[in-house]
Each structure stands twice: as structure tokens, then as C-alpha cells.
């Protein structure tokens, strides 16, 4: 099991840009994909990237694209979301996900392991 603890949410203005932080322990970080999903108040949760274990293939819903990097650091166990040109409808709970395999997945039933999350909140 791979322990996850995201951090680097809070409160931004339209427009503006936050990077979020997954850190990964327990269980090696290696071999595993890693994904960002998340869940606005009254919604379920969504996909929103994901990235391979050596970080050569990405994918990125369409509400996103464009806008949001997901980039992962292996030594240092640390998955990363660049969120720029925020938008109200950004406004949610983000978690990062644990997939032991190479590729990542949209559906979030083929991940292993969750964070906590942390809230994102856009004012407009």
C-alpha cells in the first residue's frame, strides 16, 4: 500500500495559478501510475490527469486541457498538478491516486490507493 498526502491547495482568483503536491510513502513509489481526480460540492468525482510511472505518457480531461500540467518527480516520490487560468467551475476537492501498473486510467476504480484531497477554491 502507498501511503499519499496532498498538499498546496487554498484559495485563488480567477486567473490565477496554484501547484499542487503529492507525496507518496509505504510501499515504493515504483512501478506505479498516478492520477488526479476531483469532487466539487454535490458532484461526484472526476478524472482530471494522469501520468505513467516514468512519466512519458500523460492525459488530461477536456475541461483542462491546456490549463492544467501533471508532472511527477520519482526521487523525490512527489506527484505535481500546475494548475494555471483557473476558473470558478476549478473549485473543488483534489485528490491524487496510486495505480500499480505503468499506465494510468481514467476511471478511478482502477486505482489502488487515495489521498485525503485538498480544497481548491476560485473566486470569481
Known amino acids: 500500500q502507498v501511503q499519499l498526502v496532498e498538499s498546496g491547495g487554498g484559495l485563488v482568483q480567477a486567473g490565477g495559478s496554484l501547484r499542487l503536491s503529492c507525496a507518496a510513502s509505504?510501499?515504493?513509489?515504483?512501478?506505479?501510475?498516478m492520477g488526479w481526480f476531483r469532487q466539487a460540492p454535490g458532484k461526484e468525482r472526476e478524472f482530471v490527469a494522469h501520468i505513467s510511472w516514468l512519466g512519458a505518457n500523460t492525459y488530461y480531461a477536456d475541461s483542462v486541457k491546456g490549463r492544467f500540467t501533471i508532472s511527477r518527480d520519482n526521487a523525490k516520490n512527489t506527484v505535481y498538478l500546475q494548475m494555471n487560468s483557473l476558473k470558478p467551475e476549478d473549485t473543488a476537492v483534489y485528490y491524487c491516486?496510486?495505480?500499480?501498473?505503468?499506465?494510468?486510467?481514467?476511471?478511478?476504480?482502477?486505482?489502488?490507493?487515495w489521498g485525503q484531497g485538498t480544497q481548491v477554491t476560485v473566486s470569481s
Open positions: 509505504g510501499r515504493t513509489f515504483r512501478g506505479y501510475a
Open positions: 491516486a496510486a495505480r500499480s501498473t505503468y499506465f494510468g486510467a481514467t476511471n478511478q476504480d482502477e486505482y489502488d490507493d
